[in-house]
């Protein structure tokens, strides 16, 4: 058994939790591993340069399928980098709108502000500043800002 690592083991080194581990097996992120008689997963190193990779990946803005594809390519022998340029540039548009959204959305916040200052109460049921609300590019904007806050893993 020498050279190998449980589960709990591969977890700390790769700075990830023995439940993150399961669902990438589980995803097929991570291969299925070998097995003790008594049934206790056994890793190499591999295992745990896959596993440092996909959180490393993770870290960069890449979701579990990006990731996945990236690694059915590395594990057909062909050259996953060229397939992590192209969603590289996928991601850099991607923030480039968000970024243009944000913006349109910081100045139609001011404006907000600017216009409601001068009146403090607002008709509406509750706030009128509120319920006046903000335009459908900035709640997109809102809403991948808050799904970056609550991703798992």
Known sequence: ?????KIGELAKRSGATTKTVR????LGLLHEPERTE???RLYDEKDVE???FIRKAKSLGFSLTEIGETLTLFDSQQAPC???LA???RKVLEIDRLV??????????ARLREESAARAEQSGHICGIVERGIHAKGQAALTWIESQR???A
């Open 1 to 5: 058994m020498s050279g190998r690592l």
């Open 23 to 26: 669902y990438y097996e589980l």
């Open 38 to 40: 008594s049934g206790y």
């Open 50 to 52: 896959r596993l440092t």
């Open 82 to 84: 060229v397939h992590v």
């Open 87 to 89: 969603l590289l540039d």
């Open 100 to 109: 243009s959204e944000l913006k349109e959305l910081q100045q139609e916040l």
């Open 150 to 152: 609550l991703d798992p």
